[in-house]
Every structure is written in C-alpha cells, then in structure tokens.
C-alpha cells in the first residue's frame, strides 16, 4: 500500500499492531490526506472499552474538525483561507495560531462526549473508559504544523538526523521527574489526564514551523515502551518518502522483537 499524499507535498503512511502480549487491539489512528490530519489514540484497556474509547475519539475529532475548521480550497480567493494566502508577503494575521483554540475545544467536546456516554453507562468519575489522542494538522500552502495532545502517546520531530520529542506526557512519571524525584516514584502509564474519564481535560496545543527535511513521527506509548529514542533515531535513518512504508514497519517489528508488551501504533511523515 502506499503512502497517502498530503496537499501534494507530504507523504504519510501509518501502522498498528497488536504487539505479542495483548489478544486486542485498542489503538486507533485516522489518516485523512485530503484534509492534512492525523490522529492517534491509545484505548485505556484498564477502564472498560478502551479499543471503543479510541476509535470514537478519533472519528469524533475528525467530524469536528471537518465542521469547524474545513480546509477551503487555496484557489478560491473567496474563501478565508485563500484570501488569507494572497495577502502581500510579511502580513500574516497569525490565523493558523489562533486556530490553535479551536482545536483544543474540538478535543474537550470530544472528551464531553465520551465521558457523557460513560456515565450513561453507570461508569463513575475516573473509572470510565478512556484513550489518549495525539494530533497534527497540516495546511496547504502553510510550511507549519498545528499539533494538540492528550496523554503519552507521542509526537518526534526528525530534523538532521536528530530525534526531537515535541509533546510533554500527561504522567505522573513524567512530573516526578521533572519535579526533582521526591517521593516514590510512579508508574510511568499512570496518566493525570485522558479523554473520557472525567469531566475536565485541558488539552496541550502548539504551532511549529516546517523546516525543509523536515519528518514526524506519532506514536503510542507500544513503541516507546519497548524502544529508546537512540533505537528509534537508528531505524530512522535516511528516512525518505519511498521508504515510508519500510520504515514504519521496522519500528513496529522493532518494538515486537524488544518484547511487544502493548499495542504498537506508528504513523510517520516526510517530505
């Protein structure tokens, strides 16, 4: 299968496995071409449904984003968009930013979804079950990329040869270690916040700039549980569109081969 294409200038391809321990699959991911998005959503097996959790989010995220931030065609100089990309050179009203609000209330409307029908099911705050979700959003014509997240499911930039995480885990591992390490330490699944549990999520977003070479990786924590990011970097190497494919797959047999303990998804994107 080959990678898709995204508004002609970024191939994306994706894979998900259930690794070598899990009987299920409660990963779920939504690559859509045509409208420059990716999305990715590990289900929380431990507090219900986690494979319905994920699936529902993702597609929820999806339906949103297509109503309230619709790609307008960069040809028509009616639409916002295109009248956005005719502006003179240096004028830039820093709409993609501020687009950036929008997408954190697309993903706690999807979190208001998931956690109503939990407890339509009988599921009591915090039991309920839950998904973490990563995404990125192109633009055409735009070298930026929108990027939001809930959880430890994982965004890496690739620039150089060199591995860059760019979202921040919503683990109690992760504030304890960045916390000076006192007390004992977490279980570094043990997440503070996902989509559905409870009421309340505040979702991280930000904009990053496109440099030319520039790839990204988005993963569940499948892959980075079983592999560090020097093991990652190595199997990255040379990265380019018509080894997408490969690539993705070697990091999911990677992660299999170093133990396969959870669900492994990869999405993987360049230029």
Excluded at 39 to 64: C, K, N, P, Y
Excluded at 104 to 120: F, P, Q
Excluded at 145 to 169: C, E, K, M, P
Excluded at 219 to 246: F, R, V, Y
Aim: contains cysteine; charged residues 20%.
């Amino acid at each position: 299968m080959p990678a898709a294409r995204i508004f002609n200038r970024y191939f994306v391809y994706g894979a998900s496995d259930p690794g070598r321990v899990r009987a299920a699959n409660e990963d779920a991911m939504l690559l859509n071409a045509a409208t420059g998005l990716c999305l990715l959503a590990d289900g929380m097996g431990g507090h219900g449904r986690g494979d319905i959790a994920s699936q529902r989010t993702v597609a929820e995220v999806d339906r949103l984003i297509a109503r309230h931030l619709p790609v307008a065609p960069v040809s028509n100089g009616s639409t916002w968009l295109g009248r956005w990309l005719k502006r003179p050179s240096g004028t830039d009203n820093g709409l993609p930013a501020r687009q950036l609000e929008v997408l954190a209330d697309i993903v706690r409307e999807a979190n208001r979804a998931l956690y109503l029908s939990n407890r339509e099911n009988g599921a009591v705050d915090g039991i309920g079950s839950g998904t973490t979700l990563v995404g990125c959003r192109f633009l055409p014509g735009i070298a930026q990329l929108q990027i939001f997240h809930v959880g430890d499911s994982r965004l890496y930039r690739w620039r150089g040869n060199a591995l860059q995480l760019l979202t921040a885990d919503h683990s109690l591992y992760r504030q304890w270690r960045d916390g000076g390490q006192i007390g004992e330490q977490p279980a570094a699944n043990q997440l503070y916040q996902a989509i559905g549990p409870n009421p309340a999520i505040e979702p991280e977003t930000q904009l990053v700039e496109i440099a030319p070479g520039d790839g990204f990786l988005m993963c569940s924590d499948g892959l980075t549980g079983m592999l560090g990011d020097a093991e990652i970097a190595a199997l990255l190497s040379g990265l380019a569109p018509d080894n997408l494919e490969a690539k993705t797959r070697a990091l999911v047999a990677a992660a299999n081969a170093a133990g396969g303990k959870d669900n492994i998804t990869v999405v993987l994107i360049c230029q």
